[in-house]
């Protein structure tokens, strides 16, 4: 005999402090999910109030108010599937019939990365189950003064239900564990997951996994859209003992997203029925407190044969590639409609990390196109309401190009001497592919003013290394240019939508296009073009984004990109010699960009391994193993998993897993990374890492004035969000490290270096 249920995740575009807004989504989504004949329905976490509203969270108000929005869902709306929402304490509510039946806080906090909640909220302790006084307006709809609050489960007339949150999923010994021994069928995850390269499928084999092992159906619903510095992706899936029923979008500009799946509790109990589930079972000795609700039924009998159980749904995951071409174009979509701002502007210089952000830029014109076609009504009043403001009333745009003119402004902000005529033409041809509104100018009388200045008032004047003049003499120069392109930038940002006559004026969004090897190098003017409003690339690494570039030749059809992959990346601020670029910016860093791609992860920050521990055994068993395994056994592995490796970045990455300083690496990259598969000498490893470190050090400080980045890497340099580290360090080749890195390699070169020392 089937028991068939119909559940429902939702995954809806939150943003922090718009109370009605976030209301309103809330309860459009319950509508579509008891349309579609959910019994259940959850939500992102922290859905009422936004999960990014920070300190706001220390707030009193934000709790009053809070209450108040969820008292207008119940009361505005008869929540027949009981609904799982955000309050206090970081909680989740559980309500039936418009009745709160548990106030569930969340044990396990968000503490590391991006995420701060031990500075907002109070774990709970497990077990703990107590009373919650209900506001008084709350009393009268509730029928009582109380609701139970803590970690308890919920019985219905022919399940049990359970929920943990976000960050529990993640924890060695997840709740889901427990519950399931304790017979909770179904499990629910409220969850704010941030999109990050290669990470969908880290989390999806978690979400698999919470289920595979004893059986269960896992209901798990995550945030969408743009939330500060993160992009919260979707990707909310169904699952019943360990296979994906739904998965819904992981990049879209629906703001409400409704999936549902039709399951058969009686799978997962055929599912459960194995000897050793059934020994733990028995062995639990705390027992979870249930709350009845068997007046509620999650499903009907059925024998119908024409009732339709989901089948298993094909799992998606991008490439890296395209979630360049996505996760950031919705992000600055998001920025924009929300900042009531008039478009964008960025200097593009004809270098390949502002082609990047423009074709970011582009791609979100084509995606808003494609939702234009679909008729979707938010997106639509958002185009006519910013883009349209140069237009006819009721004006929509026809293609992707049309829609960027009016959103998009580019400008090449040359200098006679240093701008070679390759760079000008690249940039105007880019513009004009993407259909920007294009500006060309040189700065040269703004840059000989301000030198002048300087002379008239020391005597002293400031000569090129190409004219004789000193290396403090050629970077000051330098920097005039870069400062002055960034206040140029700023003034256009001002005034282009005054000069096209675009109804009410305003201004833009300035873009940066500093990307995050740059800036973990120190590789940058501080208050140049990298200082912008917002950089889509911050967080990406400059081999990703040529593999963009690439990607978007083809798939874009943007044949001039291929102009953008052969140039030699340079700043272009010194005079050109015969016409032609004397700098590179690799020679002149020192190190490679693939250089500090690697160095940068095994610095920074970890990458959660997830994918193949269940094969293999614990994350510190994976290193060497993966480590000797061929290509070919690395990809079969992730086949046996089902998830395609989407190009060697995954795997190669996915391997970093410790955080080193700079002897440690220096270890890590002679014992395998570099010595084995570059074929370097220890010499050039350490001459590497001391740069490294060395150039880190001196330029610690410019991080903190590093914009606002969309977060991509789990690496991600930012110092005001995921990297805090302290401004001033010691000359690093003076330091302990750098004279434990020398003797090793003396060692090594005197044939002793077989056993490093320990770090």
Not at 468 to 480: D, V
Not at 591 to 615: A, C, E, F, N, R
Not at 685 to 700: D, P
């Amino acid at each position: 005999m089937s028991r068939l249920t119909t559940v429902a995740a939702c995954s809806l575009n939150q943003w922090a402090l718009d109370w009605e807004g976030n209301t309103n989504r809330i309860i459009e989504s319950i509508k579509v999910a008891k349309k579609a004949g959910a019994k259940l329905r959850v939500g992102g976490e922290l859905e009422i109030t936004g999960y990014d509203c920070l300190d706001h969270f220390l707030e009193n108000e934000t709790y009053h108010f809070s209450l108040e929005m969820l008292d207008r869902i119940l009361d505005k709306y008869d929540c027949t599937p009981p609904t799982s929402l955000n309050l206090r304490l970081n909680c989740r509510i559980l309500a039936l019939d418009g009745k709160i039946l548990l106030i569930r806080p969340k044990l396990w906090l968000a503490n590391d990365g991006n995420y701060r909640e031990n500075r907002y909220f109070t774990p709970w302790r497990e077990g703990l189950c107590e009373d919650f006084i209900l506001p008084g307006s709350m009393q009268r709809r509730q029928g009582a003064v109380r609701v139970p609050i803590g970690d308890m489960i919920l019985s219905t007339a022919d399940t049990c239900i359970g929920a943990e949150t976000c960050e529990e999923l993640f924890t060695p010994d997840g709740p889901h564990i427990k519950m399931g021994l304790h017979g909770v069928e179904v499990f629910t995850n409220s969850s704010a997951s941030h999109h990050e390269l290669r990470k969908l499928d880290k989390r999806l084999a978690l979400i698999l996994e919470a289920t595979r092992k004893s059986g269960g159906i896992y209901i798990y619903a995550n945030l969408k859209g743009g939330g500060e510095r993160l992009y919260y992706d979707g990707s909310s899936m169904i699952v019943c003992n360990g296979t994906v029923k739904a998965q819904g979008s992981q990049f879209s500009l629906d703001d409400v997203e409704v999936i549902t799946a039709t399951v058969d509790l009686e799978e997962v109990r055929a599912y459960r029925c194995s000897a050793s589930r059934g020994m733990q079972a028995v062995r639990v000795t705390e027992q979870y407190r249930r709350i009845d609700v068997t007046a509620y039924s999650m499903s009907v009998k059925s024998d119908d044969f024409d009732a339709k159980i989901s089948s298993s749904c094909p799992i998606k995951i991008y490439a890296p590639e395209e979630e360049i071409a996505l996760a950031p174009a919705l992000w600055l979509w998001d920025y924009l409609r929300r900042s009531s701002l008039a478009g964008f502007v960025l200097p593009l210089s004809g270098g390949i990390d502002s082609c990047a952000t423009a074709i970011i830029v582009s791609s979100m014109s084509r995606l808003l196109i494609e939702e234009i076609r679909n008729g979707n009504a938010q997106v639509i009043s958002d185009v006519q309401r910013i883009a349209g403001a140069y237009e006819k009333e009721g004006w929509l745009p026809q293609n992707a190009n049309a829609l960027t003119r009016n959103l998009f402004h580019t400008l090449y902000l040359g200098m006679a001497a240093q701008s070679s005529k390759e760079t000008r033409s690249r940039a105007k041809e880019l513009a004009k592919a993407i259909g920007s509104y294009h500006t060309d100018l040189n700065i040269d009388e703004v840059f000989k003013a301000q030198k002048n200045i300087f002379t008239a008032s020391t005597g002293f004047e400031p000569k090129f290394k190409v004219h004789g003049g000193s290396m403090a003499e050629n970077l000051a120069l330098q920097n005039i240019q870069a400062r002055t392109r960034m206040v140029t930038t700023y003034e256009f940002s001002q005034l282009l939508p005054t000069i096209r006559k675009r109804k009410g004026g305003g201004s833009c969004l300035v873009l940066g296009s500093a990307n995050a090897d740059e800036a973990i190098r120190g590789y940058y003017t501080r208050y140049d073009c990298s200082s912008a409003d917002v950089n889509p690339i911050g967080g990406i690494s400059k081999t990703d984004l040529k593999r963009f570039i690439a990607w978007a030749c083809t798939n874009f059809d943007l044949p001039i990109l291929k102009d953008f992959l052969a140039a030699t990346p340079t700043a272009e601020l010194e005079p050109l010699e015969g016409g032609y670029v004397q700098s590179d910016e690799e020679a002149d860093m020192g190190l490679l960009y693939s250089d500090l791609q690697v160095m940068g992860s095994l610095y920074v920050i970890p990458t959660l391994l997830l994918t193949l521990t269940h094969l293999l055994g614990s994350p510190t068993m994976f290193f060497p193993i993966c480590r000797a395994l061929s290509p070919s056994s690395r990809n079969l592995s992730l086949k046996r998993l089902s998830l395609q490796p989407a190009n060697p970045f995954l795997n190669r990455n996915s391997r970093k897993i410790e955080k080193l300083g700079p002897y440690s690496m220096f270890k890590k990259l002679v014992q395998g990374e570099w010595t084995h598969n570059k074929g370097m000498q220890p010499r050039e490893v350490a001459t590497k890492v001391k740069r490294f470190f060395h150039y880190y050090a001196v330029n610690r400080h410019k991080m903190s004035t590093l914009t606002p980045s969309y977060h991509a890497e789990s690496y991600g340099p930012e110092d005001h969000r995921h990297d805090h580290r302290f401004l001033v360090y010691p000359p690093f080749y003076e330091s302990l490290p750098a004279k434990k890195i020398d003797a090793a390699v003396e060692k090594m070169e005197a044939g002793e270096g077989s056993h490093l020392q320990g770090s």
